[in-house]
């Protein structure tokens, strides 16, 4: 299966000028329509990135960080607006031209895009790989360059930038991450915030101590304090914190408010009272004024194990609850994108009737096999490798005899998603670099940061939100 995975993912392999750059989405020959599955993602090459540094072969990443950092040069518009200096891409496309034999770039920064959003998770999800290059190479003479400072300098002042903000998660459109469209995510999504404190981290150790260098390194170093004291006291819900927040008083006015966000407590969903184990607890979706938003996002979970934005007890309380829900968050293949679903009347106000979003399908419950890699980078990191193992085990016995499918439907993950692609290029690298991090842990150091302990807040136990 691993010999049959490798192979699927050298043939997704995207060529620039004799130079590989990237891989394409998906290699799925039976599927009629093409639409952009056949570019190069940026959040889709990571995990193949990850696969090619692990299996010691770093010139594939290094040509696609090299050829997107580029890509980020150009003047980007989407009608008569001009995007951001610091926007990566969403994706790009490598055209062949048989006749002149000249190959050409062609850059989506949204403008393409279903709903017409722009990646905010590119920019960090670059950063990131940059690190992990770095790290897996020893070699720092790439992201010294002027051209690596400069791109990661331009994506920091994008997301440092000031405005009318009271907090210090990032404020986003619905559709700007791997869920790409509109499913009530916009606000703070946890994915974003997880991605943003990583990246923030990773530009803080690759970032030049020069004159402009250190101007950035003091404002992330600020950011991340107040974004963590934040995300913990804030996101974080375990079975005390429900129950403090059942029993919230509203309306409450000046600094001494206990609960400064105005949620009302009937706007907790039923389902969570169930769901709530009494050991074991997550960051949840979303927070804003009046609005929590109770989901389990499984991405900005993990990646908030793996960059330490969890605390080690929250880390440890987050596998916890993959134990004691195992039938709701894994099921039958991991692994559940959002816990639950949103059906009936609240499916066609939030997604505004998505024929693809329903119920326990695609980004509405469904079920992603890439995020396999990050269930098991999180489990060796909290040193518990066998729930990984029990992960893997399960997609084993479907996804090679499946054909690599983008995703599962249903409640338990039982069925190859409706619209899924075969042969999709995440769920095969997903696949190999879980199993290479469970052969090799020592893979981990690459994508996986160390508690920053002068960030280390009194994590509230009280019925006070004040730590």
């Known amino acids: 299966m691993v010999a049959d995975a490798w192979e699927a993912l050298r043939r997704s392999l995207v060529y620039f000028r004799g130079q590989p750059v990237g891989t394409i989405a998906a290699y ?11 570019q190069v ?4 090459f990571v995990p193949s990135a990850l696969a090619f540094l692990m299996n010691g072969e770093p010139d594939i990443v290094k040509h696609f960080l090299l050829k997107t950092l580029q890509l980020q040069g150009w003047e980007k518009r989407i009608d008569r607006f001009k995007l951001g200096e610091g926007a990566m891409p969403a994706s790009f496309k490598v055209l062949h031209d048989p006749v002149r034999k000249t190959d050409s770039v062609i850059a989506d920064f949204g403008e393409s895009a279903i709903g017409r959003v722009a990646p905010v998770d590119s920019g960090f999800w670059w950063i990131i790989l940059l690190r992990a290059y770095t790290k897996s190479t020893g070699d720092h003479s790439l992201a010294e360059t002027p051209e690596c400072q400069k791109g990661m300098r331009l994506i920091l002042a994008l997301c440092l930038s000031e405005g009318f903000d009271t907090f210090p998660t990032l404020l986003c459109a619905d559709g700007c991450s ?21 990246a923030l981290r990773c530009a803080l150790v690759l970032l030049k101590h020069d004159a402009e260098g250190k101007e950035f390194i003091e404002r992330i ?14 996101f974080w819900l375990d079975f005390q914190q429900l129950n403090d927040i059942y029993q919230y008083k509203t309306e409450e006015y000046s600094h001494t408010a206990v609960n400064k966000f105005n949620v009302i407590p009937d706007s907790i969903p039923d389902w969570v009272f169930d769901f709530m184990p009494t050991h074991g607890g997550y960051f949840i979706g979303n927070v804003s004024p009046a609005r929590m938003d109770f989901r389990w996002f499984a991405l900005g979970n993990c990646v908030a194990i793996l960059s330490s934005l969890a605390t080690p007890e929250q880390a440890s309380a987050i596998m916890d609850l993959f134990e004691e829900r195992w039938e709701e968050l894994v099921g039958e293949m991991p692994l559940k994108i959002s816990y639950p679903a ?3 009347h609240e499916w066609r106000i939030v997604t505004g009737c998505d024929p693809k ?5 695609y980004h509405n419950g469904g079920s992603w096999p890439v995020l396999l890699w990050l269930l098991t980078a999180a489990c060796i990191k909290t040193g518990r490798p066998q729930i990984a193992r029990r992960a893997i085990d399960l ?14 439907d249903g409640k338990s993950g039982r069925y190859i998603g409706k619209q899924a692609r075969k042969y999709q290029t995440w769920s095969i690298a997903g696949y190999l670099v879980a199993k290479m991090l469970l052969e090799d842990p ?7 940061l160390e508690e920053d302990k002068q960030m280390k807040p009194v994590i509230k136990r009280s019925s006070s939100w004040t730590c």
């Open 28 to 38: 799925d020959h039976a599927s009629e329509e093409v639409l952009n599955y056949d």
């Open 221 to 234: 170093v600020k950011r991340l304090h107040a974004l963590s004291y934040h995300m913990r006291s804030y």
């Open 442 to 448: 020592s893979h981990l150091g690459m994508i996986s």
């Open 357 to 361: 979003n329903t119920r326990w399908s």
């Open 395 to 408: 997609a084993e016995s479907r996804l090679l005899k499946d054909g690599w499918p983008e995703y599962y």
């Open 342 to 344: 949103i059906e009936s």
């Open 178 to 198: 791997m869920i790409d469209r509109r499913m009530g995510i916009y606000g703070y999504p946890i994915e974003i915030q997880a991605l943003f404190f990583m």
């Open 41 to 44: 993602f940026v959040r889709d």
